[in-house]
């Protein structure tokens, strides 16, 4: 069974393949530092992000919050879910690049098993959102207004009201800081 999340994905998904018709050759430009991805430092950010919580603001690094993302898509994921895994890469100007891996066969084989995209980070109506500038599989990507589906499904699901609501975000090099309002 498809949950609200897996449905985003195989959404985004979808669009990105779907859109790929008007792209270019080149792959999207993903930093690269590496990113440890584990239970334990997921474990850790979630203790972080409670306390950040109640004190209206907290701070995560890069592998703090794959970690998290990628721990809590797993366990909330089901069978169906399509994602093995998150990375975010944080850089200064509130920029943002995702890697989104994905079970063998949700793809072509020929675009591999990652969905690559870079934007930026920021908060509107007092929710976190993400405004994509470009999305890519292998050596293909898209720009423009065929990303605007793709931002709508995503921010759809940052909307959610349980998420919180958020005064302000930032991100640095290696680390993303959000403050809450009414804190």
């Known amino acids: 069974m498809l949950n609200r999340r897996n449905w985003v994905v195989l959404i985004v998904s979808l669009l990105l393949v779907a859109s790929l018709a008007g792209c270019t050759a080149t792959a999207v430009s993903m930093p690269d530092r590496p990113i440890t ?3 334990q430092t997921a474990l850790d950010a979630q203790n972080m992000a409670m306390s950040g919580l109640m004190a209206g603001s907290l701070e995560l690094d890069e592998s703090q919050f794959s970690s998290l993302l990628s721990v809590l898509l797993e366990q909330n994921g089901g069978e169906n879910n ?3 895994g998150v990375n975010v890469w944080f850089e200064p100007d509130n920029q943002v690049f995702i890697r989104v891996n994905l ?3 949700v793809l072509p084989a020929n675009f591999g098993n ?3 995209l870079a934007g930026t980070i ?3 109506n007092n929710h976190v959102v993400v405004d994509l500038s470009q999305a890519g599989v292998g050596n293909m990507s898209v720009s423009g ?3 605007a589906p793709i931002n709508a499904q995503i921010n759809a699901a940052l909307a959610d009201p ?3 609501v958020a005064a302000n975000v930032t991100t640095d090099t290696g680390k993303l800081t959000v403050s ?3 804190m």
Do not use: H, I, Y
Request: glycine share 20%; hydrophobic share 40%.
């Open 37 to 39: 991805v584990d239970v």
């Open 180 to 182: 809450l309002g009414g």
């Open 82 to 84: 399509p994602v093995t």
């Open 162 to 164: 349980s998420l919180g």
């Open 103 to 105: 079970k063998e066969g």
């Open 145 to 147: 207004a065929a990303l």
């Open 114 to 116: 990652t969905l690559d």
């Open 122 to 124: 920021g908060v509107e």
